[in-house]
């Protein structure tokens, strides 16, 4: 292989292979220039795993392209320097050079790869992915199209894709979002870079496939010896693989260090902030209160079916059946916060659907205090709609814009006749101030208010009609880490206010864990266990919900490598 | 920790600084229209040409109908407003150049020469009577001539000496009404059609689909002829301006159709219209409180597109006869005039009808295309 | 698998024609009176007289004593074999008249949409790739008035220049010595020297439509995450613009060969009549100012045909570009 290169002096081997040094990067408008990075400096070592961690907006994507000198426009680098030293060469400075030049562009795949967070959309459409890797290799590569080819397909090898000979002469729309991001993977290590630089590239994947892609690239890392800039706004990821943690925030570097030093004793308050966030998710709410141990049913779901079908042509024709919901069964207790925990795909969006008849389901029962919402008419629909709300996980999709925060909490409240007039605005300003929000914003429209506030809006539209269960569909999905707590600790205390039961779905076990009695772990449309959240927890039975649950990142570093970790295969 | 980030929008404050947390949509995309300052110049050009097809006839200077032998092919007159006196000083008051009819002796051709004086004109002066509306009897012009029995071309004249000005001035009226008028009719079948289609979906939305299809694949002019050509060319004006409108419409619809059917469609399943419906509200309320009030600026944005297609229909139709006929006046009738090689060559300014097709189309769609910039300003 | 699809397809057009030979039946049967009262009083302006066997047997052929769907199955039935009906301005069979021009409509339309895209393409490209330079305005600026200018007003302006200007008569697609010479060699040639302003003058506003599609389409495209994971890789610029987006943005622009071409039969009528070229235009305009409606029904018929096919065209190069497309 050519990128096996001699070691190095120890000189160079001491050296970092990137080095940013008072990095400041701006961007011009027409107002006058806006700095996106104030002077940041931080290193990248061979054969380590730096971690780059902050919330969206903090200017972490903007330093990943700017070593490679991208800086998207309309950006301009304004001061600072990025070294990089590879294997035996010397030192050259990458903001110096022509960003179109081929200096640059020779380094650009050949000795830093890159590898991005969507991988649906970051591998061309109409191109196979053997000839975007061939093209990848070929760049940097003086060989023929058969070797390169030859190469290719090990690299696909390399990265565990199945019968790789096969999967260079196909389009990333026929991959799977996992095996997309390993085509992504093959491509940036075609040629040994020395420095790996992956901008969020679990963020868009399910945790199980996360998990795979982590110890993928850990795995790589032990073989090839690259150093690694990884992107993520996951405490629990950076857990699991950094050595070296680097946060930021609105642009600026507050703290860097080894990770168990940052873990152990964080210097900054917002590297606190981001852990205390954490933390508090990995167990359960200090604040729940629990359902009274003899309190009755208030919902029996029995064999629920729901099947999409897709239809085609002039004649309608049934082309395609899609059973989302496959015969689910379930009883939630008064006062109880069950969860419902699964992957994309699993059908648990569309059980809360149901229930709330948003679908109307094949088949099966939901019987709420002794009536079936299945078989319900309309005007029955309209009572039980009263008692029966949700929550969405889009705070941005689910308040219509062109309405005021005012008619949107007033509009539940005029449809159903509840109040008109005086006592119309009184109430609309006791549920916001119910809710943590100024009443005297009640004038606004919806994009005058962060997404946090935004579902504290959602929530107050949610209440306003006094019901008794409460769906939440992903309701902290949308939101940042920090602000998870906040919505959450709000529900929690209006479920001891008014003593709601809630059907709690999310993907995120973490946040299952703080707020729900019990979970239900959905697969492909079907229950596969349901129990006590801390028994299910501390003690799966299942298989997928083993693997579900040992995907997890734990977001404490001494604890890495420590559990097994379990892959399910769906028996055939 | 507070939850008290603001998002950038709320950070900005609007124009004059007005508070952008309580802009309405409309607002908003007044605000962001603005910005596009071609849009801007469109929409000012077409408020002057409906406001001169409004008052069309206090705007012409003559009776566009009226013949007047001695003045074939009279070339176009500037108007100058500032005139200089014999004796130095000088004053504003606007006046054209008389022109003198002459047959050149050799050619025989008629040519028209200055003769040295200068008709002057008055703002607002007396002319032509004429029924404003077809209701009230009048004579005021905004520029008449001080001497009734003058004339001026500010555009020339025609093969019957007829003022070309006047006569521009009625097309405008019929042709950008048209245009109105099509859009209106386009618009009832492109919302009951697309939205029936979005709303329904299923079987309905096929067959609406493949019929809009369809007719998308049908050359217009072809079938347009062959439909105006069926027309009894005896019908009266009104008449034929009425099936003129309903044919050129035939076509605009469809692409009408086809943004109110994608945006029902996409707005069905958006998260605000299902909590909409959990609310509890009716299928009427859903449709005119929740989802129309985003879909209007989309369909105003639509509707301003289709026009500068039907102006453009009828210029067609007219210019190759077998739309309006005169002595109905439109732009495509005046056009056709233009129509004959050696006019043209003869006189050129009859090209000037083309010039206002021209403006009017850009106009639209400058206006049409802010519009359609501006109609979401909420965008993600 | 290519083969079954466009098999499909071809199949998917008889609907289409069945709809469009309705079109066209209703077309001709539009004007009040039927073909042979019409025909009759034609001959009667010239002082002839059709005798009572000539008129039964035509009032047979096209079954004009039967209901109006007799006469429409009649009317398909001969059309099938070939046989448009008759025209009487040219008391000739329709189709003597027709395959001529529509030969050179074919040829005129085609030839069109070749310089649009050949035009559209590398200015559409510059434009978005260098937004907002000098040449994007002036490419702009030059796409919307071309929007915005119909047809026959622009034939009307190139005429007068070359009429005033140049003294000569740029209409028609041949010489004079040409127009009712047998095809041969010189013929051909002497066409393509008078094809390019007809081609100009049709093609302007779809050319000016296209400019803005391929624009808008590359712009949405540059911002998408493939383009940066191309230039990671170290592509030059011009190569990974070229490779990636623009060939995304092809596939659109290629389907526009759907409305396009229906625009562009529309256009070349009216273009036609004003430059006297020998296509289908003028003389269908002449059949429906005289309402000769089996003359111009089967050009209808025949024009919304052509756009039918191009739609087939369209359909077959989309699945042939874009892998996503797919077949059944």
Not at chain 1, 230 to 241: L, S, Y
Not at chain 1, 263 to 274: I, K, M, S, V
Not at chain 3, 128 to 154: H, M, Q, W
Request: glycine share 8%; hydrophobic share 45%; charged share 20%.
């Amino acid at each position: 292989m050519q990128g096996e290169c001699p070691a190095g002096g120890t000189h160079q081997m001491n050296t970092p292979v990137i080095q940013i040094q008072d990095l400041n990067v701006g961007f011009s408008m027409r107002q006058g220039r806006v700095d996106v990075l104030h002077g940041i400096s931080f290193d990248l070592h061979r054969g380590k795993t730096t971690c780059v961690v902050g919330e969206s907006g903090s200017g972490k994507s903007v330093t990943a392209r700017t070593i490679l000198n991208m800086v998207p426009p309309p950006g301009v680098i304004n001061g600072g320097r990025i070294l990089f030293t590879p294997d035996g060469e010397e030192t050259v400075d990458l903001t110096a050079m022509d960003p179109r030049g081929k200096q640059i562009r020779d380094i650009r795949g050949g000795r830093i790869g890159m590898i991005f967070q969507e991988p649906m959309s970051s591998l061309s459409p109409v191109h196979t992915i053997g000839n975007q890797i061939v093209e990848a290799i070929r760049l940097h590569r003086d060989v023929s199209k058969k070797d390169a080819r030859q190469m290719a397909e090990e690299a696909l090898r390399q990265v565990e894709i199945p019968t790789p000979e096969k999967a260079l002469d196909r389009y990333a729309f026929e991959f799977s979002g996992g095996m997309r991001q390993r085509a992504m993977i093959a491509m940036a290590l075609s040629c040994r870079p020395d420095v790996l630089i992956a901008d969020e590239p679990t963020t868009a994947l399910d945790v199980t496939t996360q998990a795979e892609i982590l110890d993928l690239m850990a795995g790589l890392q032990r073989d090839l010896g690259m150093a690694i800039m990884f992107i993520t706004h996951d405490m629990g990821v950076v857990a699991e693989i950094a050595d070296e943690v680097v946060v930021m925030e609105k642009g600026h570097v507050v703290e860097k260090g080894d990770v168990h030093r940052i873990f152990d004793a964080p210097g900054h308050p917002y590297t606190r902030q981001l852990l205390g966030a954490v933390k508090r998710l990995e167990e359960p709410a200090a604040a729940k209160v629990r359902p009274a141990p003899d309190s009755g049913d208030i919902l029996k779901v029995r064999d629920l079916q729901l099947h999409f079908e897709k239809r085609e042509g002039f004649l309608q024709r049934v082309t395609d059946v899609t059973k989302a919901v496959d015969g689910i069964s379930f009883d939630l207790r008064q006062g109880e916060a069950l969860g419902i925990v699964g992957e994309s795909g699993s059908g648990k969006t569309t059980v809360g659907r149901c229930i709330a008849r948003v679908y109307d389901p094949q088949g099966g029962s939901v019987d709420y205090n002794g009536q079936d919402l299945i078989r319900a008419g309309k005007a029955e629909l309209r009572d039980t709609r009263k008692q029966i709300r949700m929550i969405f996980q889009d705070p941005f999709a689910s308040l219509n814009p062109r309405m005021t925060v005012k008619q949107l909490i007033a509009e539940p409240l005029i449809v159903n006749n509840v109040a008109s007039g005086k006592a119309l605005e009184a109430r609309v300003a006791k549920l916001l101030t119910e809710v943590g929000l100024d009443p005297g914003m009640m004038e606004r429209y919806p994009h005058a208010f962060s997404g946090g506030q935004r579902q504290r809006i959602v929530v107050a539209r949610a209440i306003a009609l006094e019901p008794k269960l409460v769906i939440a569909d992903e309701p902290t999905s949308a939101l940042d880490v920090s602000i998870r707590t906040q919505v959450l600790d709000l529900l929690l205390r209006l479920q001891a206010e008014m003593g709601l039961s809630f059907i709690f779905i999310s993907h995120d076990m973490a946040v299952i864990r703080y707020f729900c009695d019990r979970v239900a772990v959905m697969f492909k449309g079907r229950i596969v266990e349901i129990g006590e959240t801390e028994q299910i927890i501390t003690d799966p039975q299942h298989p997928y919900t083993k693997a579900l649950l040992s995907s997890v990142p734990i977001s404490d570093p001494t604890q890495r490598g420590t559990r097994q970790r379990h892959r399910y295969q769906e028996p055939a | 920790m507070a939850d008290d980030t603001d998002p950038a929008i709320a950070a900005k404050a609007g124009p004059r600084g007005r508070d952008v947390a309580i802009a309405s949509q409309w607002q908003l995309i007044w605000w962001s229209f603005r910005r596009h300052k071609l849009a801007m110049v469109g929409i000012w050009v077409i408020g002057l040409f409906y406001l001169v097809s409004l008052f069309a006839e206090i705007v012409a200077p003559d009776d566009p109908s009226e013949q007047n032998r001695r003045a074939v092919f009279h070339p176009p007159q500037m108007i100058h407003f500032i005139d200089r006196q014999e004796d130095g000083g000088w004053r504003i008051k606007p006046y054209v150049w008389e022109m003198d009819r002459e047959r050149d002796p050799d050619t025989l051709a008629i040519t028209y020469v200055p003769s040295g004086e200068k008709i002057y004109l008055q703002v607002f002066g007396r002319g032509d009577s004429y029924k404003l509306w077809g209701l009230f009897d009048w004579n005021v012009h905004l520029l008449a001539t001080e001497r009734p029995r003058d004339h001026y071309f500010l555009f020339g004249a025609d093969r019957l000496g007829r003022d070309m000005f006047s006569r521009v001035i009625y097309g405008t009226r019929v042709s950008m009404s048209i245009g109105l008028v099509g859009v209106a009719i386009a618009m009832v079948l492109g919302i009951a059609l697309g939205g029936a289609s979005g709303y329904y979906g299923g079987r309905v939305d096929a067959v609406i689909q493949r019929l809009i299809e369809f007719t998308l694949s049908l050359p217009t002019i072809p079938i347009w002829l062959a439909l105006a050509a069926a027309l009894p060319p005896s019908w009266p004006v009104y008449q034929q301006y009425f099936v003129i409108t309903l044919i050129v419409s035939l076509v605009g619809w469809t692409e009408l159709g086809r943004v109110v059917r994608g945006r029902f469609l996409a707005m069905k399943n958006e998260d605000f219209v299902i909590a909409a419906r959990l609310d509890g509200a009716t299928e009427r309320r859903i449709i005119f409180r929740h989802m129309l009030p985003s879909l209007t600026s989309h369909i105003i944005a639509s509707l301003t597109l289709a026009i500068p297609l039907m102006i453009l229909a009828e210029t067609a139709l007219s210019f190759l006869g077998l739309g309006l006929q005169p002595p109905a006046i439109s732009w495509g009738v005046l056009l056709k005039e233009a129509q004959n090689i050696r006019s043209i060559s003869q006189a050129p300014w009859l090209f000037i009808p083309g010039g206002f097709v021209v403006v009017a189309v850009l106009a639209f769609n400058f206006l049409g295309d802010g519009m359609r910039d501006a109609a979401d300003p909420y965008g993600h | 698998m290519l083969l079954r699809y466009i098999l499909k397809r071809i199949l998917w057009m008889v609907p289409f024609l069945f709809a469009v030979s309705i079109v066209a039946f209703l077309l001709i049967q539009a004007p009040p009176g039927d073909y042979l009262t019409t025909y009759i009083a034609k001959l009667g302006e010239s002082n002839e007289v059709l005798d009572q066997a000539s008129i039964q047997n035509l009032r047979e052929r096209f079954g004009l004593d039967q209901p109006l769907y007799v006469q429409y199955f009649k009317w398909v039935a001969n059309l099938l074999q070939g046989d448009f009906g008759m025209s009487f301005e040219w008391r000739q069979p329709v189709s003597d008249l027709i395959w001529e021009r529509m030969g050179l409509t074919v040829l005129l339309s085609f030839a069109t949409l070749l310089f649009t895209w050949a035009v559209a393409f590398p200015i559409g490209v510059y434009s978005a790739v260098r937004k907002y330079s000098i040449g994007d305005y002036v490419a702009t600026t030059l796409g919307f008035i071309g929007l915005a200018t119909p047809n026959f007003l622009l034939a009307l302006i190139l005429m007068y220049i070359g009429v005033v200007h140049f003294g000569s008569d740029v209409g028609g697609l041949f010489s004079n010595e040409y127009k009712n010479a047998p095809w041969s060699l010189a013929k051909v040639g002497d066409l393509m020297q008078h094809l390019w302003l007809p081609m100009i003058v049709l093609g302007t506003s779809a050319t000016a439509s296209l400019i803005r599609i391929m624009r808008a389409n590359l712009l949405d495209e540059l911002n998408k995450p493939y383009v940066d994971t191309a230039r990671a890789k170290g592509l030059s610029e011009f190569w990974l613009i070229m490779k990636y987006p623009v060939r995304v943005a092809l596939n659109p622009f290629v389907s526009t060969i759907g409305w396009i071409l229906p625009n562009l039969v529309s256009g070349a009528v009216v273009t036609a009549i004003v430059l006297s070229l020998p296509t289908a235009g003028p003389l269908m305009l002449q059949a429906l100012l005289a309402q000769d409606m089996y003359l111009a029904g089967a050009f209808v018929l025949l024009l919304s045909s052509l756009t039918v096919v191009g739609m087939l065209i369209s359909d077959i190069l989309l699945v042939l570009l874009d892998p996503r497309v797919k077949y059944d």
